[in-house]
């Protein structure tokens, strides 16, 4: 563990409890994407398939739990309890063009053909490019709520903050993973543009408007 | 270096 690391967990412990807390409070998921949602759920599950087979440490396990049941919290919350405030008309993305690729490459390139790398694989693949159908309703209404960049911004956070863990423990600890970390720069990339707009206006005090 | 998992982290 380093403080790269700490924080990016932290960090990704915020993006998940902001959305919950919005959601919640506001008793509405207007702007929020329930195919992200749904991809999200899948790569929590299909990468934390671990937790019945190996133990880490307590952290380990207690944020594997924590983020599987916020992400099937946040699921219920839009499909079921505030189902009518869920803006379809806008979450258009079609995710299986997410999901197809992204097993699909899975299948190929993985460090062992067993099903549980495969899918460990797929849910880095998976959560590189899940954020996508949220972006693309931003991009698609035009704007953001600030809580909701402020959740977007912690989540893209997250990842580029394991990127400095990974060159990090690179040089500490003779220590890489190709797959995470290529993954991981695409991650980020998709996130720059956000980042930006964030920066100029969301810290501004303005709201995140797409330039028409 | 090793390119060994990172199933320590999440």
């Given at each position: 563990m380093n403080i790269f690391r700490l924080s990016g967990d932290l960090s990704h412990l915020l993006a998940v409890i902001i959305l919950v807390l919005k959601i919640w409070t506001t008793r509405s998921c207007a702007g929020i994407s329930g195919k992200s949602q749904i991809l999200f759920a899948i790569v929590y599950v299909t990468r934390y398939l671990d937790l019945v087979t190996t133990f880490v440490s307590v952290y380990n396990t207690s944020m594997k739990v924590i983020f599987i049941g916020a992400s099937f919290a946040t699921i219920y919350l839009m499909?079921?309890?505030?189902?009518?405030?869920?803006?379809?008309?806008?979450?258009?993305?079609?995710?299986e063009f997410l999901l197809a690729p992204t097993v699909i490459l899975a299948l190929l390139i993985n460090?062992?053909?067993?099903v549980l790398e495969v899918l460990w694989t797929f849910s880095i693949y998976l959560e590189s490019v899940a954020i996508l159908p949220q972006l693309f309703m931003v991009s698609k209404t035009g704007e953001a709520e600030s809580i909701t960049s402020h959740y977007l911004f912690a989540l893209g956070s997250y990842r580029g903050l394991y990127l400095l863990n990974w060159i990090y423990r690179y040089y500490a600890e003779d220590h890489y993973e190709l797959i995470a970390i290529v993954s991981g720069i695409v991650q980020t990339v998709l996130y720059c543009d956000f980042f930006y707009l964030y920066i100029t206006k969301v810290l501004k005090g303005k709201k995140l408007q797409l330039p028409a | 270096k090793d390119n060994v998992q990172t199933k320590d982290e999440l």
């Open positions: 499909y079921s309890k505030f189902k009518a405030t869920y803006d379809h008309n806008h979450d258009s993305f079609r995710i460090q062992k053909f067993t | -």
